[in-house]
């Protein structure tokens, strides 16, 4: 019988409840021969998963391989044994491109500096201003990403960066990689989903427009042939910012004058505290626009 993943989990957590309670054993020579038998069970069963994987090598090739990797429990059995497929830094690099989608709906981004020794070094910077989820929460969705992909580093450091920092990542970028099934909540307590913005003919030739899209405010704005979302109001004074002036790459509020920048997520160049409120955008191969908004209800 084939446990689903709640059951797999359960039984994890029984097992290490009596491993725990083998090396409280007051015993020694029980303690000693309960632990020798343990290592003897997990050699033996590293062997067989050896020989498993070998053979899956042989007749089935990467796409066997890969199933295996890909399952949660077999994928910690074979990192246990040192068989798992991936090394530490492909396992952290993808582990960082799957979780990159909902740290920049956040304002946020991260990025693998080094892995060496067993030591990963991440950077890791949240906007702050006009973010509602806390940057230590994005920063601990982070840790426990790459710590479930990589269970066997010897050490995770994460640099991070204030708000005064110089952006080190496009944030467009960041934006645009954000995959249709893998929808980021826009607010903690509310659900985002992908909306159709359209073709956005007025922008054919750069511009900006401010346009609703499913009841939201959405300021879009053209680069050459780069399309960016933002939140319409400018978070010094209110002001919506169409009403401003746009001279690549820098959008100029016309209340307070604060300039942005619209290619590194909307930093502002006057008053580092202060940033745009970036949106998830998609661009099809046909030129629609979706956007994440949040659920009307949410």
Known sequence: MIL???????QVAQVDGLLTAVEALEDSSARETAAAAVQGILSLYGESLARVMQ???????????????NDELLSHLLLIHGLHPDDVETRVRRAIEDVN??????????????????????????????????????KSALE???????????????????ESSPRLINISELLNSVPAGAVPKLHPD??????????????????????????????????????????HECPGCGENLERGALKSPEIRCAGCGRRFDVREGGT?????????????????????VRVAVPNAGG
């Open 101 to 138: 989608p909902f740290l920049a709906a956040q304002g946020a981004s991260a990025d693998l500096l080094s892995v060496a020794g067993g030591v990963v070094r991440l950077r890791f910077q949240s906007r702050g201003a006009g973010c509602h989820s806390s940057g230590g929460a994005l």
């Open 55 to 69: 053979t899956a090598s042989e007749l089935g090739g990467e796409p066997l391989l890969r199933a295996f990797a």
């Open 268 to 288: 502002c160049l006057d008053s580092p505290d202060l940033a745009l409120n970036a949106i998830p955008l998609q661009v099809s191969e046909t030129g629609i």
């Open 4 to 10: 689903d993943e709640q059951e797999v989990r359960e």
């Open 190 to 231: 509310s659900e985002a989903f992908w909306a159709v913005a359209g073709s956005l003919p007025q922008l054919s030739g750069g511009g900006m427009l401010t346009k609703q899209v499913s009841g939201n405010p959405v300021l879009f704005l053209r680069l050459e042939t780069d399309v960016f979302a933002y939140q």
């Open 144 to 162: 426990q990403a790459v710590q479930d992909a990589a269970p066997d580093l010897d050490g995770l450091e994460i640099v991070e960066l204030n």
